[in-house]
T-cell receptor, first 114, second 114 residues
Framework: AQSVTQLDSQVPVFEEAPVELRCNYS??????LFWYVQYPNQGLQLLLK??????LVKGINGFEAEFNKSQTSFHLRKPSVHISDTAEYFC????????????FGKGTSLLVTP | DAGVTQSPTHLIKTRGQQVTLRCSPI?????VSWYQQVLGQGPQFIFQ???????GRGNFPDRFSARQFPNYSSELNVNALLLGDSALYLC?????????????FGPGTRLTVT
């Protein structure tokens, strides 16, 4: 089964600084890739997804991610973070052939401080 | 429009008991998926139902079962509860069973097994 590895469990960053949350996936075949955000005591919200096409994907709240097939990576970036971006971020992968389940990473906790 | 709703919000059960969790999808959505999120981990796929049929099952024991009703709401049942079943149980709904359609997550049911 396909899996993702989120390389950082916690990322502290100052407000208005750029941030990158790293995600690597296991498969070299076609994949669908996703980033979700989870605020405290809430469910998950989709930030962005890569299905095909352009390798640079733009999402909500100013986030973007780049699909890199040669490095099997899908890193999430934001040029300037806000206090309100403090949350848990999950990278997920799905197999286009099975097409129904998301396999999530363990998450990266982003802590934005003034 | 109402989002995905789940009930109850919190639940405390004793080892060996049985529990039923409920999920109401967004109006018009025909697919419901269930995920288990253990503290400090990413969500793990349990089941997907589409048009009242089970389309996929994750690596969970037979103590876990689910069903989808004609109004597309769903129940997740867990028998013979173990301490390790303590988790946040998330329900997600989407228009179609295909992963390319956005999945909308509910706030979850926090199950504590003592």
């Amino acid at each position: 089964a396909q899996s993702v590895t989120q390389l950082d469990s916690q990322v502290p960053v100052f407000e208005e600084a750029p941030v990158e949350l790293r995600c690597n996936y296991s498969s070299s075949v076609s994949v669908y890739l996703f980033w979700y955000v989870q605020y405290p005591n809430q469910g998950l919200q989709l930030l962005l997804k890569y299905l095909s096409g352009s390798t640079l994907v733009k999402g909500i709240n100013g986030f973007e991610a780049e699909f890199n097939k040669s490095q099997t990576s899908f890193h999430l970036r934001k040029p300037s973070v806000h206090i309100s971006d403090t949350a848990e971020y999950f990278c997920a992968v799905s197999d286009p052939n099975s097409g129904y389940a998301l396999n999530f990473g363990k998450g990266t906790s982003l802590l934005v401080t003034p | 429009d109402a989002g995905v709703t789940q009930s109850p919000t919190h639940l405390i059960k004793t080892r060996g008991q049985q529990v039923t969790l409920r999920c109401s999808p967004i109006s018009g959505h025909k697919s419901v998926s269930w995920y288990q999120q253990v503290l400090g981990q990413g969500p793990q796929f349990i089941f997907q139902y589409y048009e009242k049929e089970e389309r996929g099952r994750g690596n969970f024991p037979d103590r876990f079962s689910a069903r989808q009703f004609p109004n597309y709401s769903s129940e997740l049942n867990v028998n013979a509860l173990l301490l390790g079943d303590s988790a946040l149980y998330l329900c997600a709904s989407s228009l179609s069973g295909q992963i390319t359609y956005e999945q909308y997550f509910g706030p979850g049911t926090r199950l504590t097994v003592t």
